[in-house]
């Protein structure tokens, strides 16, 4: 039970909290099927588009590396985030930066995360485990290996 719950925190950055998400789900398996899409990619390119608190949105496109659900993934997508930390959002996507992306499907086209789904800067995770004592960042490592471990091989392999 103690590794379930801390893999669902696999789902939350290493800072401060800024939203509230809660799981009815058993197993990292039955979170996996909440989703129409999971991949990684680099972001290349982000804006941030203007609204109400509640309705701005950085559009970032990426370039996909990787596809483990939903085959259908382009190799060129474009990501919404919130940017309100209350609604799960956060900063704007760093370019360059490698990202994990469990994202819901939108009607205009894009990947949709926030309200507790994962966008994940890879990059950021190493460094936060390095900020880690050796125990925390062995369990935290330990955590993400069995995320890629349950994901497995990917459906789709872009090249460069």
Known sequence: MLRVILLSFIFFPFTAFGCSCFSETKSFEEEIKKYDAIFTGIAINTNKMAGEW????????????QVWKNQFVPKSVFIK??????????PAPKIGNRFI??????????????GCSTFMDLEQIKKDLDALNSNDKEEWETIIKDMWLI???PLVVYSK
């Open 151 to 153: 994901l497995g091989s």
């Open 101 to 114: 992306v469990f994202a819901h499907a939108t009607k205009e086209g894009l990947f949709e995360t926030g």
């Open 81 to 90: 985030t919130d940017i309100e930390s209350s609604s799960c959002g956060g």
């Open 54 to 65: 509640d309705t701005a949105f950085y559009k970032t496109e990426m370039v996909v590396q």
